[in-house]
């Protein structure tokens, strides 16, 4: 089957610690885009690629990293600076040109 | 700067009653997607339909059906005699060419439906 995964479905972070989201999709896409949630709130972006080795900081970036070593990839890494990281984060793919935006199931991070 | 306004935070409808929900949205591109995703209580967002904006004809699918009208920019989601299995977040999204020539989507806040037995 197709699809977005993402790992693990519960992340806990401790003070001053980095923790990485994975997300894999064996979709083809060359699009990846990572979303942050908040409760109430719509999804804001992080950061977004549209081919393997690069990427570009979306309207939320601070306090996160990626890397796009791999067109299936698209780890995101939640660093001691961001300090608010209690979200729900979303990975999503797509095609390029306005493609539609298909999300993996999701992790849910928080804050010991 | 795109936006899309979800007015209706929550709405609560009992079983088979129809139920519309709003989406107003703003842009100053003549190019763009509009979409509708539903959120499930287990978090994943699920596609259900994607418009250009050079198509407004009304589309239904089963029990879903969506009014898209450029005069008032709105899309507007309608569930036809609803379940208890439509119970979920909604959001409507837009999508314009970004300045990195990236689809960027933006979201609304959601809806929130409840249906109750």
């Known amino acids: 089957d197709g699809g977005i995964t993402q790992s693990p479905k519960y992340l806990f972070r401790k003070e001053g610690q980095n923790v990485t989201l994975s997300c894999e999709q064996n979709?083809?896409?060359?699009?990846m885009y990572w979303y942050r949630q908040d409760p109430g709130q719509g999804l804001r972006l992080i950061y977004y690629s549209q081919i393997v080795n690069d990427f570009q900081k979306g309207d939320i970036a601070e306090g996160y990293s990626v890397s796009r070593e791999k067109k299936e990839s698209f780890p995101l890494t939640v660093t001691s600076a961001q300090k608010n990281p209690t979200a729900f984060y979303l990975c999503?793919?797509?095609?390029?040109?306005?493609?539609?935006?298909?999300f993996g199931p999701g992790t849910r991070l928080l804050v010991l | 700067a795109q936006k899309v306004t979800q007015a209706q935070t929550e709405i609560s409808v009992v079983e088979k009653e129809d139920v519309t929900l709003d989406c107003v949205y703003e842009t100053r591109d003549t190019t763009y997607y509009l979409f509708w995703y539903k959120q499930p209580p287990s978090g994943e967002l699920v596609f259900l339909i994607r418009?250009?904006?050079?198509?407004?004809q009304n589309e239904i699918s089963g029990r879903y059906s969506w009014n898209f009208q450029k005069s008032t920019s709105s899309f507007n989601f309608t569930i036809t005699a609803s379940q208890v299995v439509d119970s979920a977040v909604y959001f409507c999204?837009?999508?314009?060419?970004?300045?990195?020539?990236?689809?960027?989507?933006?979201f609304g806040t959601g809806t929130k439906l409840q249906v109750i037995p």
């Open positions: 418009r250009n904006s050079f198509d407004e």
């Open positions: 999503a793919s797509s095609g390029l040109r306005q493609e539609t935006q298909y």
């Open positions: 999204a837009l999508s314009e060419v970004g300045s990195g020539g990236y689809q960027k989507v933006t």
């Open positions: 979709l083809n896409h060359d699009a």
